[in-house]
Structure formats: C-alpha cells, structure tokens
C-alpha cells in the first residue's frame, strides 16, 4: 500500500470524472480536560447530561475550538477527546460511524480486512460513503485461496481494489529460516512476523484505522471502545461494529446482498491462515476453530489495552 499523498486534494470516486474536492482537515479539539466540545458542556450545566448522538449532523467532529495538527498527539486531553466521541457514537448506525471516521480523518483514514463478515460488512458501507478510503489486506502468504478470491469480488462490485500488503520473505523463504513451519511450534512468533510486522509498516504515515472486531467475539474484545487510541500502532483505531452482534453482521449480509467467503457455508465461522483455522463444531466459540491445540486465541493486531 503507497503512503498517504500530502496533497489535501482527492479525488472523489463517487463524483464526475477528473473532479476534484478539497478533503476535510483533520481537527482534534484540545480544550476541555474531558475533551468534551463546549456545546455539551453547555447542555451537560442545562440537563444534567450530554445529547444523544443519533443524527448525521450531531455526529460530525467538533470543530470549535479546534487546532489544526499533522497527526493525532498521544495526550490525555486527546484520549478524553476520543472517549467522549466513543461514547457518543454509542448509539450511532454501523454506516454513521463510518461516516464520522471520514470526516473526520480521511484522506489520512485506512482500514485492514480479512475479508470475513465484519470486514465485508465495513467495505459495503465505505462503498456507500467514501471508495476513496484505502482498504489493505495482511497477506500473510497462508491464507485460504477462498479468502482471496473474494478480493476479486470485492474488486468487481464496489470497484474497491484491496492491497495484499505481504511479509519481506515469502513463505518458503520463512520455512527455510526456521527450518521448517514455524506455525506448528510457535505460532504467535509466527503472527508477530508476517502480521503484526506488516501492520507495523502499513500503519505509518496514516492517523485512523477501521477495524471489524465485535466485543461478542471474545473475552479480549469484550472491552473494545468504537473509536480509541491503538497504542500498538500508533495511531486511532475505529471499529464501527464494536457493539453489533454476529446476527446483525449477518442480517445486514443477507439483506443487502453482501459478498462473502464461501467458507463459512463450511462451517468456518472465524477464518484465518489455512493451517491455523479449522471449521467448528456444534455449540463451539465462533473462534474456536483458530490456533486449535494451542492457548492462543488472538493474533496480537487487537488487543485489549487500548486507549
């Protein structure tokens, strides 16, 4: 994936041909201790609590006072400014979370996928939104030929082009290195190497990330806030399906006729690198089938000690 052009000039996909728009500047307001914009101060003094977020304009950034900065500083006051937006967003639709993502940080906004029913879900809404954004996958060299293919059909449906960002070493390189598959031995060793690595890489130069986790899919992810600093990558961390459950993924699925891998019809409900995932079993955790045999439970991109 190239790097973020300086230029805040994009092009809108969704626009006529050689149009351009000018990008929205990203603004982080900096003034209140508990980040909250003057405006809620003012209804929190008069009502006893802030408004709701529940309509498109009540979920656009704040923008007074606000100061202009080339990336998001990792401060209190910024943390408090971005919990105050998590919690507002609480009761926002999957699609206006993404739509506050983009106003708020694109053309520096990006998004990692898997391609599973989450990620599926999110690129059928930044179809809706901005196909501007740049969407990558962690091409680990393992991954199912299924998974891949739907790259191809995501390529020709929303006319979204997902970059396969890859290790330095292709796996045959890998498995001489270490004499052998490493996933059988030390598969968090192996995760480190040829994901969190290339996510490492991937991240730089942007200052947003949308993420699919759901806090229903495990105990690690049962904490995860809509909108947080990821301190692993430097950068925000936005996850517009944090409180949606696997029913809603799936309604929204079936109902709008969303590409997806053909796996799950197999039984994989949770798909990763082929020698790490296995289909599950009746009444079984829908992650239960990754790293079978092992205690791992999460590659290591979505941890639970974010901001």
Same mark, same amino acid.
Request: proline share 7%.
């Given at each position: 994936?190239?790097?973020?052009?300086?230029?805040?000039? /994009?092009?809108?996909?969704?626009?006529?041909?050689?149009?351009?728009?000018?990008?929205?500047?990203?603004?982080?307001?900096?003034?209140?201790?508990?980040?909250?914009?003057?405006?809620?101060?003012?209804?929190?003094?008069?009502?006893?609590?802030?408004?709701?977020?529940?309509?498109?304009?009540?979920?656009?950034?704040?923008?007074?006072?606000?100061?202009?900065?080339?990336?998001?500083?990792?401060?209190?006051?910024?943390?408090?400014?971005?919990?105050?937006?998590?919690? /507002?967003?609480?009761?926002?639709?999957?699609?206006?979370?993404?739509? *506050?993502?983009?106003?708020?940080?694109?053309?520096?906004?990006?998004?990692?996928?898997?391609?599973?029913?989450?990620?599926?879900?999110?690129?059928?809404?930044?179809?809706?939104?901005?196909?501007?954004?740049?969407?990558?996958?962690?091409?680990?060299?393992?991954?199912?030929?299924?998974?891949?293919?739907?790259?191809?059909?995501?390529?020709?449906?929303?006319?979204?082009?997902?970059?396969?960002?890859?290790?330095?070493?292709?796996?045959?390189?890998?498995?001489?290195?270490?004499?052998?598959?490493?996933?059988?031995?030390?598969?968090?060793?192996?995760?480190?190497?040829?994901?969190?690595?290339?996510?490492?890489?991937?991240?730089?130069? *942007?200052?947003? *990330?949308?993420?699919?986790? /759901?806090?229903?899919?495990?105990?690690?992810?049962?904490r995860a806030p809509i909108v947080g600093w990821d301190k692993k990558f430097g950068l925000v961390k936005i996850s517009p399906l944090a409180n949606a459950t696997k029913k809603d993924v799936w309604r929204i699925i079936t109902d709008e006729d969303v590409p997806y891998n053909s796996l799950h019809d197999q039984g994989y409900t949770s798909i990763g690198c082929w020698p790490c995932t296995r289909a599950v079993m009746?009444?079984?955790?829908?992650?239960?089938?990754? *790293?079978?045999?092992?205690?791992?439970?999460?590659?290591?991109?979505?941890?639970?000690?974010?901001?």
């Amino acid at each position: 994936m190239s790097r973020p052009q300086t230029s805040n000039l /994009r092009t809108n996909p969704m626009s006529t041909p050689g149009r351009t728009e000018q990008a929205p500047q990203l603004r982080i307001y900096s003034g209140e201790a508990d980040g909250s914009p003057p405006a809620d101060k003012a209804a929190t003094a008069a009502h006893g609590s802030p408004p709701a977020a529940t309509t498109a304009a009540a979920l656009q950034p704040s923008i007074a006072p606000a100061v202009e900065r080339r990336t998001p500083e990792p401060s209190e006051a910024y943390f408090a400014y971005l919990k105050t937006q998590s919690e /507002r967003l609480e009761t926002a639709t999957p699609k206006q979370i993404v739509e *506050w993502a983009v106003a708020e940080f694109a053309p520096k906004l990006t998004m990692a996928t898997a391609f599973g029913p989450e990620g599926m879900v999110i690129i059928h809404l930044l179809s809706q939104v901005d196909r501007g954004v740049p969407v990558f996958n962690l091409d680990t060299g393992y991954q199912f030929r299924e998974t891949l293919e739907l790259r191809d059909r995501v390529l020709a449906r929303y006319g979204i082009d997902v970059e396969l960002r890859r290790p330095e070493t292709t796996v045959e390189q890998y498995e001489q290195q270490h004499g052998g598959p490493l996933y059988k031995l030390n598969p968090d060793q192996c995760c480190r190497d040829r994901k969190i690595r290339v996510l490492e890489e991937s991240a730089k130069g *942007w200052f947003a *990330w949308m993420s699919g986790i /759901r806090r229903d899919q495990s105990s690690d992810r049962a904490r995860a806030p809509i909108v947080g600093w990821d301190k692993k990558f430097g950068l925000v961390k936005i996850s517009p399906l944090a409180n949606a459950t696997k029913k809603d993924v799936w309604r929204i699925i079936t109902d709008e006729d969303v590409p997806y891998n053909s796996l799950h019809d197999q039984g994989y409900t949770s798909i990763g690198c082929w020698p790490c995932t296995r289909a599950v079993m009746f009444g079984e955790d829908e992650r239960a089938g990754r *790293w079978s045999g092992f205690a791992k439970t999460e590659c290591g991109l979505h941890t639970s000690d974010d901001k």
